[in-house]
């Protein structure tokens, strides 16, 4: 199946822990992104990488750190994990010149900070 | 200060009726708009882009119209069936090159009532 995974779908950790969410998507997009979705399911950009080069930092904390090895792959790591840093984060992909067709998304990552 | 807006919390809208849902937006001049459909649990799907120099956009039962002096978008879901129900979002891009991410508004909440 063509699509955006990531994994894991639910990560339940303490305060203070460092955690990672992987993304993969095998569509052939030069673009992905983290967004993150909070408790008033407003849905915003983190970050954005094009050909494994950072486009976008948008004003998150430093303890996020993306990381992308290949087009095909970007990672998020959480360092010192706080409770205001609970949500659902969405990886997704585009291709920078077929608008046409949108992003695509993953089926997200509930992070609950405990 | 800019700002996306769309209608309401939650749209009741009786089957086989027409349902219209509206994104304002102030302060941005956007290259183009997307919608999306939001399922509990899961990503946001792509529905219909829009660019800035387009009026209007059909796809099946859906179509979406963009007026930029109004600084508007509406989506129309024709012949409406409860399995519209969904949050359906919207979304701009500020720029019609590179890796630009979306500026999603919080989405409105379609009940589609048999």
């Known amino acids: 199946d063509t699509a955006v995974s990531q994994t894991p779908k639910y990560l339940v950790t303490q305060m203070g822990n460092d955690k990672s969410i992987k993304c993969e998507q095998n569509l052939g997009h030069d673009t992905m992104y983290w967004y993150k979705q909070d408790s008033k399911k407003f849905l915003k950009i983190m970050f954005s990488?094009?050909?494994?080069?950072?486009?976008i930092n948008e004003t998150v904390p430093n303890r996020f750190s993306p990381k992308s090895p290949d087009k095909a792959h970007l990672n998020l790591h959480i360092n010192s994990l706080e409770l205001g840093d609970s949500a659902v984060y969405f990886c997704?992909?585009?291709?920078?010149?077929?608008?046409?067709?949108?992003?695509?998304f993953g089926s997200g990552t509930r992070l609950t900070v405990v | 200060s800019q700002k996306i807006e769309q209608n309401s919390e939650a749209l009741n809208i009786q089957e086989g009726k027409t349902a219209t849902l509206t994104c304002n937006y102030t302060n941005y001049s956007p290259a183009y708009l997307q919608w999306y459909r939001q399922d509990p649990g899961r990503g946001p799907v792509f529905l219909l882009l829009?660019?800035?120099?387009?009026k209007e956009k059909r796809k099946e039962r859906l179509k979406v119209t963009f007026d930029t002096t109004l600084k508007q978008s509406l989506f129309h879901i024709t012949a409406s069936q409860p399995a519209d129900s969904a949050t359906y979002l919207c979304a701009l891009a500020l720029s019609g090159g590179g890796a630009d991410g979306l500026t999603f508004g919080k989405g409105t909440h379609l009940i589609i009532q048999p």
């Open positions: 829009i660019r800035e120099n387009e």
């Open positions: 997704a992909s585009s291709h920078t010149r077929e608008r046409r067709y949108g992003y695509t």
């Open positions: 990488y094009n050909n494994k080069e950072l486009i």
